[in-house]
């Protein structure tokens, strides 16, 4: 190959040199493609042509500073390299930190205070409903003391976690507060006991990680009531939960109504309220908690973690990375993510352009070096990730949804997109938006303003341009696969032409990366 190209430049320069008369030193384009093989080389730079404006008008050669050692620049159809700004977009559930056992005993606390006949099932499979008391949980953890005996519902909590990936993430406000996870909840509950026990104390990969122990039917087996179920009936497995959701959430919302003041009513507004008074309950900012780390893990997010990579610049004294932005779930958990963003070992300095959400915060912003942590609405975030940028202000931003305008996650991201298509601080550079969520159904949902142009592929990673943009900005979506991603979800998302699969190895280099990249060059 490299002799036919060594042949096909000397017939070149025979055919010019006949014709024209010029000599090869005159040609530098030849010189060139001479040099095909060192053009594999990282450290290659064209060679200064000995005559000016004699290269093709594809190529030109620009000197850079003297003061600095360097080659010269590439520029393309005039263009010279250009910095690409890379603003991250990170969803903190499931992709920051890993929420679902937190939330898993979160709606079975939940499921208790809506339907308070759920007592009697949760006895008959081993089940203590004093466990799951949530205002006796948080109480244990400023104490110290860890009655809970979590053996005993460890396979429900496993189960939930299963299903996360449907019950806890979503574009929906309802699923992102957990609404779908307590029914969930009351859902598996009343599936197990229509066995009576004879999956109790099954062993396997499945069974023993999916149903009660043996010790939960007690030395009796006539204490759990079979007079409900059938031969042959069974729970439902993980794998046939996950593929009737959507029917089955509906049916539980039918069959099991809530008891408000002696009537039947919809749960749903009981459980929104109960959900409220859960997270608000969680505000356990700048009070003394124990170290005991299953009642942690059991109230708060447990960080990944790469979330210090993401959160934190450790080649900038720990400064906080300014072209992060981080997506809460719901407005609700506002506190609850605050404590657990507390627990990574940092004090925070909160400061807010909100209002309402920010009333029954118990903040001491009395000592020094702490963290700030900007909470700002969604129509606010760009505005302030500008102005964090101007005044060179190492600020966290925590984005907060407003779920009384039915303010999805989809929503949201398309609120900043557009917002950085038509507003930069730098200029004459390129904004690159990488979406990094752990909820498919919200990615999907993203695909809507991009356009149906097909995404460019660069460097293994597919870029979407948006339509009618101001300052040339893209746009990136990425599943996070370290989280409960279903492999059906995997498969889907890998399959999209609008969509990445991020591991956790990809995920801390593009963080860590600083990314300096050339406008597409048009050869003729």
Same mark, same amino acid.
């Given at each position: ?170 574009? /929906? ?5 957990? $609404? ?6 009351? =859902?598996?509950? %009343?599936? @197990? *006991? ?118 934190? /610049? ?5 400064? $906080? ?6 997506? =809460?779930?719901? %407005?609700? @958990? *506002? ?190």
């Amino acid at each position: 190959k490299m002799y036919a190209i060594h042949r096909l430049s000397f017939i070149l320069w025979a055919i010019s040199t006949l014709a024209t008369g010029i000599s090869s030193t005159r040609v530098p384009f030849l010189a060139f493609v001479s040099n095909a093989k060192r053009r594999h080389s990282s450290k290659y730079r064209p060679i200064q042509p000995s005559a000016p404006n004699t290269l093709p008008p594809f190529l030109s050669l620009q000197p850079k500073d003297k003061d600095k050692d360097s080659d010269n620049d590439i520029i393309f159809n005039g263009w010279s390299p250009q910095t690409c700004n890379e603003i991250f977009l990170l969803a903190m559930e499931g992709t920051l930190a890993s929420t679902s056992r937190s939330r898993s005993f979160m709606s079975i606390c939940a499921a208790l205070k809506v339907w308070p006949s759920l007592q009697s099932p949760m006895e008959t499979l081993g089940m203590n409903p004093a466990d799951f008391d949530w205002e006796n949980v948080i109480n244990q953890l400023q104490s110290g003391s860890d009655e809970n005996n979590e053996e005993t519902y460890s396979w429900l909590l496993q189960k939930m976690e299963a299903l996360s990936s449907i019950a806890q993430q979503g574009n /929906d406000p309802d699923v992102l507060l957990g $609404v779908d996870s307590v029914l969930l909840a009351r =859902l598996l509950i %009343e599936e @197990q *006991l229509l066995d009576g026990g004879r999956s109790n104390g099954c062993n396997g990969k499945y069974g023993g990680k999916f149903h009660p122990p043996s010790s939960a039917s007690g030395d009796d087996e006539e204490e759990i009531d079979t007079s409900g179920s059938k031969v042959g009936s069974r729970p439902l497995t993980v794998g046939e939960l996950f593929a009737n959701w959507h029917e089955l959430k509906h049916v539980t919302r039918n069959k099991y109504p809530a008891i408000v003041e002696g009537k039947a009513k919809d749960p749903l507004p009981e459980i929104r309220k109960v959900l409220r008074e859960m997270f608000s309950l969680t505000d356990l900012l700048n009070r003394d908690i124990s170290d005991a780390k299953i009642l942690k893990d059991k109230i708060f997010a447990s960080w990944f973690p790469q979330a210090y990579d993401a959160i934190f /610049d450790y080649q900038n004294d720990m400064n $906080v990375r300014q072209n992060t932005m981080i997506f =809460l779930g719901h %407005e609700s @958990q *506002l506190s609850w993510a605050l404590s657990s963003l507390s627990l990574m070992g940092c004090s925070l300095n909160i400061a807010s352009d909100l209002e309402e959400e920010c009333k029954h915060l118990d903040v001491n912003t009395t000592t020094n070096n702490k963290t700030k942590v900007l909470l700002t609405s969604t129509k606010n975030a760009w505005r302030n990730h500008l102005q964090r940028l101007r005044d060179d202000d190492p600020s966290l931003l925590l984005v907060v949804p407003d779920s009384s305008i039915d303010h999805s996650h989809s929503n949201s991201i398309r609120q900043i997109v557009m917002d950085a298509s038509r507003e930069n601080i730098t200029p004459n550079a390129t904004n690159n938006i990488c979406v990094v969520h752990s909820s498919l159904d919200v990615l999907k949902e993203c695909k809507s303003f991009v356009g149906d142009d097909v995404p460019v592929l660069s460097q293994g990673i597919r870029k979407s341009k948006l339509p009618n943009d101001d300052v040339s900005s893209t746009v990136t979506f990425f599943l996070s696969d370290w989280c409960n991603v279903h492999p059906s979800q995997y498969n889907y998302a890998e399959m999209d032409p609008w969509l990445n699969v991020l591991s956790e190895e990809e995920f801390l280099e593009l963080i860590s990366a600083k990314i300096v990249e050339a406008p597409y060059a048009e050869v003729l």
